[in-house]
């Protein structure tokens, strides 16, 4: 089945930097990478995602690099402000007899100081 | 965007009682529904996968005859966490896809069983 691992798991930046958090899967079968960010006791909210047919996406602050050879995919954060603090969670799809459920890494919480 | 509702959005039970939550999508009709489990400080946990009008189907070490999913309609699941104990105390939050891709996520249902 698919696993997908991801680092950091904790992330410290300040205001103004730049965030990366990388991610790797390991069944070649997916083609589907959701960047997802939660809050606390909030629900996960979409940010990005990237289609196996392209190598990288952005969205303003935000973009998603996809590297299907080596099978990792990174999230960057341009410019980081404090309301960028939260938990980040990966994701890849298929997995194999789940219906396209997602399979999420770990998580990475990052803190952008001011 | 596609909008999933989820209630109660907190609950406290007494053990050994059971609990209904609901999953509802209220601007898309969703051809799969997936519940997960979130414990503090970890990622979420695939628990089913739902799809209106068959069985569910369950990921390894989920007990089918305790968390019991109901998918009636498009647009409505249920799971049921029956007989609940202490340790069933979680965060459990439902997804509801338009395709194999977008998931869109319920804001999620904080179990408490005393």
């Known amino acids: 089945g698919e696993n997908v691992e991801q680092h950091p798991s904790t992330l410290s930046v300040q205001e103004g930097d730049s965030a990366v958090i990388k991610c790797t899967y390991s069944?070649?079968?997916?083609?589907?990478f959701p960047w997802y960010k939660q809050e606390l006791g909030k629900r996960p909210q979409l940010i990005i995602d990237?289609?196996?047919?392209?190598g990288e996406k952005k969205d303003q602050r935000i973009a998603v690099t996809l590297n299907k050879t080596a099978k990792h995919f990174s999230l960057h954060i341009t410019e980081t402000q404090p309301e960028d603090s939260a938990v980040y969670f990966c994701?890849?799809?298929?997995?194999?007899?789940?219906?396209?459920?997602?399979?999420f890494g770990k998580g990475t919480s990052l803190l952008v100081t001011p | 965007g596609a909008v999933v509702s989820q209630h109660p959005s907190r609950v406290i039970c007494k053990s050994g009682t059971s609990v209904k939550i609901e999953c509802r999508s209220l601007?898309?009709?969703?051809?799969?529904m997936f519940w997960y489990r979130q414990f503090p400080k970890q990622s979420l946990m695939l628990m089913a996968t739902?799809?209106?009008?068959?069985?569910?189907?369950?990921e390894q070490g989920v007990e089918k005859d305790k968390f019991l999913i109901n998918h009636a309609s498009l647009t409505l699941s249920t799971l049921t966490v029956t007989s609940a104990h202490p340790e069933d105390s979680s965060f459990y939050i439902c997804?509801?896809?338009?395709?194999?891709?977008?998931?869109?996520f319920g804001p999620g249902t904080r179990l408490t069983v005393t």
């Open positions: 997804s509801a896809t338009l395709d194999r891709y977008e998931q869109y």
């Open positions: 069944d070649s079968a997916s083609n589907y």
């Open positions: 990237i289609r196996s047919n392209v």
């Open positions: 994701a890849a799809e298929p997995r194999a007899n789940s219906g396209y459920a997602l399979n």
């Open positions: 601007d898309f009709q969703a051809t799969t």
């Open positions: 739902s799809n209106e009008g068959s069985k569910a189907t369950y």
